[in-house]
């Protein structure tokens, strides 16, 4: 198992609400995430509490780091985590298979490379439906590595 097992989730363009996100901190800190990363091209929305997101990512036992696109870039360059997505984008029901063979072989380069972490993100594809339970699949999967 990965050290660090992250999920980013993109809210350039909309944002859930901080009870939905809650709820998603519940998800996560089921299947053993211990790092919750919201991203954002640039700005964050100013209407979410990040104050209590953060103090509830941590009552889970989740450190929150707010990402974004220099942040992210960065830990590409580092090499510092593996990557993969939920293949939730432009579908209504997802890619799981796609997403298994995916996450097996970011798993066998993250060990090969040995990473510290392995990251499963969620980034928004501008204006397409891509409802939370889409991503479900992905975000089990990726807290079993």
Do not use: H
């Amino acid at each position: 198992m990965f050290e660090r097992r992250s999920y980013l989730l993109d809210m350039t363009r909309r944002a859930p609400t901080l009870r939905t996100l809650q709820e998603l901190v519940d998800v996560l800190a089921n299947y053993r995430y211990n790092e919750f990363r919201p991203f954002a091209e640039k700005d964050f929305p100013e209407d979410l509490d990040f104050g209590k997101l953060g103090a509830y990512c941590e009552m889970q036992g989740i450190e929150m780091v707010k990402t974004t696109r220099f942040d992210f870039e960065e830990l590409f360059i580092r090499a510092e985590y593996v990557f993969v997505s939920t293949e939730a984008e432009r579908s209504l029901a997802g890619r799981v298979e796609d997403m298994r063979e995916n996450m097996e072989k970011a798993e066998a380069q993250g060990r090969e490379r040995k990473t510290k972490g392995f990251m499963v993100t969620d980034f928004a594809d501008e204006c397409a439906w891509q409802p939370p339970a889409v991503s479900l699949p992905g975000i089990i999967m990726g807290g079993n590595f």
